[in-house]
């Protein structure tokens, strides 16, 4: 069935330092989802990029989608301890009734 | 906002007893998911639901069951307890867009 691999599975960083995760789909993409998760919490929806190339930005959080939509990105700039969680993408499966998610990224900050 | 409810935060069961988990949802939505969540494994879908009284197997169904009785209301069911079961059991619910989770249960199995 479909498939999204995202890496790195994990990622140490000291804190000012940037940071991204990436999730790949042999498939074309409708659409792509990132969550985040902080320790001990719940997926909390961030962002979903529809279009080819879109290019969206939270603060200092940018979220990309691949011109082909076969691929997606979370870039960090400058972390902070607030960072600290799994990232994980999820694309809708073919019904668009549930989600394939991606295993996560877990990110953790050297203050 | 989205408030989506699970009826425990923690809970331990013994080996071959029916543990009922229970996810309520108050915005109306037609869609309802449980997931399990372990470490390195990433969320694991075991069963969701598109309407009352229909459901739809994920991808470790087995062991498990649900019921969606009425929309708002949406359960898992562990027919026999075993200890690979214990995990970290997280509902959802959508429209069709964003899911919104549950605080969580994290359940173990003696």
């Known amino acids: 069935g479909q498939q999204v691999m995202q890496i790195p599975q994990y990622q140490h960083v000291q804190e000012g330092e940037d940071f991204t995760t990436y999730c790949n789909s042999s498939?074309?993409?409708?659409?792509i989802q990132w969550y985040k998760q902080r320790p001990g919490g719940h997926p909390v929806f961030l962002i979903q990029l529809v279009k080819s190339g879109e290019v969206k930005k939270q603060k200092r959080l940018t979220f990309q989608f691949g011109e082909a939509k076969k691929n997606s990105s979370l870039h960090i700039t400058a972390t902070q301890t607030t960072d600290v969680g799994t990232y994980f993408c999820a694309v809708n499966a073919g019904n668009n009734r549930k989600l394939i998610w991606g295993l996560g990224t877990s990110l953790a900050v050297n203050p | 906002d989205v408030k989506v409810t699970q009826s425990s935060r923690y809970l331990v069961k013994r080996t071959g007893e029916k543990v009922f988990l229970e996810c309520v949802q108050d915005?109306?939505?037609?869609?309802m998911f449980w997931y399990r969540q372990d470490p390195g494994l990433g969320l694991r879908l075991i069963y969701f639901s598109y309407d009352v009284k229909m459901k739809e197997k994920g991808d470790i169904p087995e062991g498990y069951s649900v019921s969606r009785e009425k929309k708002e209301r949406f359960s898992l069911i562990l027919e026999s307890a075993s200890t690979n079961q214990t995990s970290m059991y997280l509902c959802?619910?959508?429209?069709?867009?964003?899911?919104?989770f549950g605080d969580g249960t994290r359940l173990s199995i003696l």
């Open positions: 498939t074309t993409l409708s659409n």
């Open positions: 915005m109306d939505h037609e869609n």
């Open positions: 959802a619910s959508s429209d069709g867009r964003p899911q919104h």
